[in-house]
C-alpha cells in the first residue's frame, strides 16, 4: 500500500497544492448537504416539541419523556451530521487542502466526538465506573478513525487511473458501511440516554413502598390499556366548585354526559343535571367536523362559526389522563369493589394540575389531589376519579374540582350501531 493512501499520513505531511474549482465545490457541498440536514435536524425536534407539548415534561414524571433527552436526542443529531460531513470530506480527499495542525487537529477532534457519544451510550447500559463504559469510549473513536481512513483510502485509489473502476465499486461499500455505523452510532447513543432517564425517573419511586411501587405499575399498565382501547361507550361526571350549581356546563367541563368513541366519530350526550332528561347532543364526523344538534337537525361548527361563536364551550367530556406524579405520592391503597380492584393514589402538597404540568398556569392553588382507578379482571382501567382541592378564605380544605367517568361499552360494533342510531334521529342541517 502506498505511503500517500493513508489519511494520517496525507494529513501529517499535507502537499502545498492549491485548491482548484472542484475541490472548493466539493467542499461547499459538504457544508450545504450537513447543515441541510441540521436544518431538517432542528424543525424535526421543534415539530416533536409542539406536537408532543403535554408529554415533554422536565420533571421526569412517570410515564412520560423528560424534555432533556430531546435535546440531547437534538444534539447528538447535530454531532452526527458532523462527523458525516467529515467523512464525507475524508471520501473526496478535502484534507489535501487542510494545513497540517487544522488537518490533525480535525481528524482527532472528531474521534473523540465520536468516542464520546459511544460513553454516553454505555453510561446508560453499565454506568461510569464500570470498564466497559470506557472500552466503549476507545472502540467509539478508533472505529470512527477507521471509518475515516477508508473513505480516504477509496479518493486515494479513485486518482490512480488502473483502479478507477474499482474504486468505484468499492466507493459503494464504504458509503455503506459509513451509513450503518452512523447509524450504530445514533442508535446505541440515543438508546443509552434514554435508559438514563428511565433510570433516573426511577428515583421518584424511592419514597413508596415495594407494594406501592407494585400497585403504581398496575395503574400504569390499566391506564395504557384503558388507551387502547378503538371503541367505548362512557358515562362522564365533572363538578368545579366555582361553577353555578344544577349547571350542564361548568367551567368548561360537561356535569353528566354518555360520551361514544369509536374509530370514524364521536359522540357526545349531554344530560339536564338532577334530571338527567337530554339537555345537547354533538357528535364529530369522519372528517373531524363536529355538529351541533339545533332543533331537528345538525348544525355544523363551520355554520355555527361563519354566523358567530361556537355557543357551548365544550363538546367533549374530560377523559384523558396523565401519568403518575410519583415525586408528589404520599400513599396508594387498594381495595376490592363489586369485583373490581380499585387502587387510590393520595397527593401531597407537591401535586400540580394538569394546566401546571404543561406550563398554561405558574400556581393553580391547588393543594392535593386524589385519584381513583379501577381495573377490571384483565386489568384494564374502566373507571376513573380525580378531586383536586384548595383552601378556602378560613384555611379550610375543599374539593375544587371533580371529575368521574366509567367504561360502559367496549363493544365495537354496538357502540357503532348505537351512534348511527343517534346520529340518524336528527337531519342534516
Known amino acids: 500500500m502506498k505511503r500517500d493512501w493513508i489519511l494520517w499520513n496525507v494529513l501529517c505531511s499535507p502537499e502545498q497544492v492549491a485548491a482548484d474549482e472542484r475541490m ?32 415533554t415534561m422536565a420533571d ?125 452510532y445514533g442508535i ?28 403504581a405499575d398496575a395503574i400504569e399498565k390499566g391506564r395504557e390499556g384503558y388507551e387502547e382501547l378503538e371503541s367505548v361507550k362512557m358515562e362522564c361526571f365533572y363538578r368545579d366548585a366555582d361553577a353555578e350549581e344544577g349547571a350542564a356546563f361548568q367551567n368548561g367541563g360537561i356535569a353528566h354526559s354518555f360520551y361514544w368513541i369509536t374509530p370514524d366519530m364521536l359522540y357526545t350526550m349531554v344530560l339536564e343535571p338532577g334530571t338527567d ?13 363536529w355538529h351541533i344538534a339545533e332543533g331537528k337537525s345538525w348544525i355544523s361548527e363551520r355554520d355555527y362559526q361563519a354566523n358567530g361563536e361556537m355557543p357551548y364551550e365544550n363538546t367533549q367530556p374530560y377523559t384523558g389522563i396523565l401519568p403518575l406524579q410519583l415525586e408528589a405520592i404520599e400513599s396508594i ?24 404540568r404543561i406550563g398554561a398556569v405558574e400556581v393553580s392553588g391547588i393543594v392535593g389531589a386524589m385519584e381513583e382507578y379501577t381495573l377490571n379482571e384483565y386489568g384494564v382501567m374502566t373507571g376513573y376519579v380525580l378531586e383536586e382541592y384548595e383552601l378556602t378564605g378560613e384555611g379550610e380544605k375543599r374539593c375544587a374540582e371533580w371529575r368521574a367517568f366509567t367504561v360502559l361499552s ?9 351512534v348511527r342510531e343517534l346520529v340518524g334521529q336528527y337531519e342534516q342541517g
Open 60 to 184: 421526569g414524571s412517570h410515564g412520560m419523556v423528560p424534555a432533556e433527552s430531546l435535546w440531547l436526542v437534538a444534539l447528538l443529531g447535530i454531532s452526527i451530521t458532523e462527523l458525516a460531513r467529515f467523512l464525507y470530506s475524508c471520501f473526496y480527499g478535502t484534507q489535501e487542502f487542510f494545513d497540517r495542525t487544522g488537518g490533525m487537529w480535525c481528524f482527532v477532534c472528531y474521534g473523540v466526538l465520536a468516542g464520546i457519544w459511544a460513553l454516553a451510550g454505555a453510561y446508560g447500559f453499565w454506568g461510569l465506573q464500570d470498564y466497559r463504559a470506557w472500552i466503549a469510549f476507545a472502540l467509539g473513536a478508533l472505529a470512527f478513525w477507521l471509518l475515516c481512513h477508508l473513505a480516504y483510502f477509496h479518493y486515494a485509489m479513485s486518482t490512480e487511473e488502473e483502479k478507477g473502476k474499482r474504486a468505484k465499486m468499492f466507493g459503494i461499500t464504504i458509503v455503506l458501511i459509513c451509513v450503518l455505523a452512523l447509524a450504530g
Open 188 to 215: 446505541f447513543a440515543g438508546t443509552g440516554i434514554t435508559r438514563v432517564f428511565l433510570r433516573n425517573n426511577l428515583v421518584y419511586m424511592k419514597n413508596l413502598t415495594e407494594e406501592e411501587k407494585e400497585y
Open 333 to 356: 391503597t387498594k381495595e376490592r369493589r363489586d369485583g373490581q380492584t380499585v387502587y387510590i393514589v393520595e397527593y401531597g402538597p407537591d401535586y400540580e394540575t394538569a394546566l401546571e
Open 410 to 418: 367496549v363493544d365495537a360494533e354496538q357502540n357503532e350501531a348505537e
Open 24 to 55: 472548493e465545490q466539493i467542499k461547499k457541498n459538504g457544508y450545504c448537504w450537513s447543515y441541510r440536514l441540521l436544518i431538517l435536524v432542528i424543525g424535526i425536534l421543534a415539530f416533536l416539541l409542539r406536537l408532543f407539548s403535554v408529554l
Open 277 to 289: 332528561e337530554v339537555y345537547q347532543e354533538f357528535f364529530r364526523d369522519s372528517e373531524m367536523e
